[in-house]
């Protein structure tokens, strides 16, 4: 009997990376983004020029920016699905 290699989808790996399924923005940007500081990011979190959607749980401006992993999930697939289209055509 042949096992099965189980495939875990990208949603799940980041949530059982950050055991929530909401992460604050700083820690997306520190984990995947670092040629951007949180600064920067935070700023284009206000203005909804991220890739991706963040929110805050709070109307303040001392509240954290969140990102929901599920989002973030669909961006990563996106960014894969298109740089393996290229990168496929360049080979083939």
């Known amino acids: ?20 399924p909401v992460v604050h923005l700083d820690t997306i940007v520190e984990d995947f983004f670092t040629h951007m500081d949180v600064k920067t990011a935070r700023k284009k979190a206000n203005f909804h020029e991220l890739p991706f959607p963040a929110f805050k749980l709070e109307q303040s401006a001392k509240a954290p920016w969140m990102v929901r992993l599920e989002d973030f999930a669909i961006y990563l697939d996106q960014q894969y699905a298109l740089h393996r289209h290229d990168y496929d055509a360049m080979k083939n």
Do not use: A, H
Request: glycine share 0%.
């Open 1 to 20: 009997m042949k096992i099965r290699d189980p495939k875990l989808n990208t949603f799940t790996m980041l949530c059982m990376r950050y055991v929530s």
